[in-house]
């Protein structure tokens, strides 16, 4: 009985009706802020869609709001056209830590250039890799021989895209430029990425249910990005191939210092 007293809860009341307590602008220029815990705020930026303007503008809210090294923000968690603020509300009360992000996200939607700093890194890819093929055959085994994406992702891509044949998928793969809209789509800093232009997108569905096994450096598609396994494990993203190793796990690179 003793045990359960100090583990029982403590009941707050609060004037909260909704998780939403910001909504600002329209469209494109939209931003709500929605309550996820009692540590954390959910910016959602645009409508739920692909748009590289939305990308760009979370990105820009984000720098903004590390700039201003704020007393109780302990880490900031962008996504695709989201950005996760966790914070500490006996520091920086929710009420102030609004406040600041509307302001922000004015002086981000008058910004009529928005640059950032970027790289361009070429990637080999080891097209329809025997890796891949092994990881088919274990879901086929152990998951769903029927699936319609087996035996082969890149057939099935090709027909859900309304492409000629495989040699189409391989020319647009390889074709693209991508880019990489965030890290950590599934562990270890996978990169998440789309070609910058519309005709290289091919767009799929992900397995269901997902596979038990991926091989490390996988490459796949599922929705209308692109994402690489930084290691082994479950998965989804209909495969195309493999690549150079993605995560460091001696970190041992100069990415790691500091």
């Given at each position: 009985a003793l045990f359960a007293s100090k583990l029982a809860p403590t009941t707050m009341s609060s004037s909260f009706t909704s998780p939403i307590v910001l909504d600002l602008g329209q469209d494109d220029t939209r931003l709500v802020a929605r309550l996820a815990g009692d540590?954390?705020?959910?910016?959602?930026?645009?409508?739920?869609?692909?748009?590289?303007?939305?990308?760009?503008?979370?990105?820009?809210l984000m720098q903004a709001l590390e700039a201003?090294?704020?007393d109780g923000v302990i880490d900031l968690t962008p996504g695709i056209r989201s950005l996760q603020v966790h914070y500490q509300p006996e520091t920086l009360a929710l009420e102030d830590l609004l406040e600041i992000v509307a302001?922000?996200?004015?002086?981000?939607?008058?910004?009529?250039?928005?640059?950032?700093?970027?790289?361009?890194v070429h990637l080999p890819l080891s097209w329809d890799d025997p890796a891949c093929q092994l990881a088919i055959e274990k879901y086929m085994t152990t998951v769903r021989k029927d699936a319609p994406w087996c035996p082969s992702n890149l057939e099935f891509i090709r027909r859900i895209n309304d492409l000629p044949n495989l040699e189409a998928v391989f020319q647009t793969v390889f074709d693209a430029s991508y880019l990489v809209m965030g890290l950590g789509d599934?562990?270890?800093?996978a990169p998440v990425a789309t070609p910058l232009d519309p005709r290289h997108?091919?767009?799929?569905?992900?397995?269901?249910?997902?596979?038990?096994?991926?091989?490390?450096?996988?490459?796949?598609i599922g929705g209308a990005y692109m994402c690489i396994y930084g290691m082994e494990g479950p998965g989804g993203y209909q495969f195309v191939g493999r690549t150079l190793q993605?995560?460091?796990?001696?970190?041992?690179?100069?990415?790691?210092?500091g």
């Amino acid at each position: 009985a003793l045990f359960a007293s100090k583990l029982a809860p403590t009941t707050m009341s609060s004037s909260f009706t909704s998780p939403i307590v910001l909504d600002l602008g329209q469209d494109d220029t939209r931003l709500v802020a929605r309550l996820a815990g009692d540590t954390h705020l959910l910016l959602e930026i645009g409508q739920p869609e692909l748009d590289l303007v939305l990308r760009f503008r979370g990105h820009a809210l984000m720098q903004a709001l590390e700039a201003k090294q704020l007393d109780g923000v302990i880490d900031l968690t962008p996504g695709i056209r989201s950005l996760q603020v966790h914070y500490q509300p006996e520091t920086l009360a929710l009420e102030d830590l609004l406040e600041i992000v509307a302001g922000l996200w004015d002086a981000v939607c008058a910004a009529q250039d928005l640059k950032v700093p970027s790289r361009i890194v070429h990637l080999p890819l080891s097209w329809d890799d025997p890796a891949c093929q092994l990881a088919i055959e274990k879901y086929m085994t152990t998951v769903r021989k029927d699936a319609p994406w087996c035996p082969s992702n890149l057939e099935f891509i090709r027909r859900i895209n309304d492409l000629p044949n495989l040699e189409a998928v391989f020319q647009t793969v390889f074709d693209a430029s991508y880019l990489v809209m965030g890290l950590g789509d599934v562990y270890l800093g996978a990169p998440v990425a789309t070609p910058l232009d519309p005709r290289h997108r091919l767009v799929t569905t992900k397995y269901n249910p997902a596979r038990t096994w991926t091989a490390e450096n996988s490459v796949g598609i599922g929705g209308a990005y692109m994402c690489i396994y930084g290691m082994e494990g479950p998965g989804g993203y209909q495969f195309v191939g493999r690549t150079l190793q993605m995560w460091n796990r001696y970190r041992a690179v100069e990415a790691f210092g500091g």
